[in-house]
C-alpha cells in the first residue's frame, strides 16, 4: 500500500515539476532512481526517496502518503469547503 501510494504521490509531482528530469533535479537523486521505482523495475519502497519527494513537495511524509482529500475538503477534517 506504501509503495502504491508513493508511486501515485511521484506521478502527481512529475506533474507539478513539469517533468521526471526536474522532479528528479528537486530530489537530487538520478532520474532513473524515480522512473525504476515508479514503473516497477525496482518494487521496494525506499524510505529516502519518500523523504526527498516530501521535501521537493515542500510537505511532511506522512502528508505526502497520506490517504487522498479531495481538493474541496479540508486535508484534516475532511469537511468540505
Do not use: Q
Request: charged content about 15%.
Amino acid at each position: 500500500m506504501e509503495a502504491m501510494r508513493l508511486r501515485a504521490a511521484l506521478r502527481n509531482l512529475r506533474g507539478l515539476f513539469g517533468s521526471w528530469a526536474c522532479l528528479a533535479a528537486a530530489m537530487a537523486v538520478p532520474k532513473t532512481t524515480i522512473t525504476n521505482f515508479v514503473y516497477g523495475s525496482h518494487p521496494s519502497t525506499t524510505h529516502g526517496l519518500a523523504a526527498k519527494a516530501a521535501r521537493a513537495a515542500g510537505v511532511p511524509v506522512d502528508r505526502l502518503l497520506g490517504r487522498p482529500v479531495a481538493a474541496d475538503r479540508c486535508p484534516t477534517c475532511g469537511r468540505s469547503g
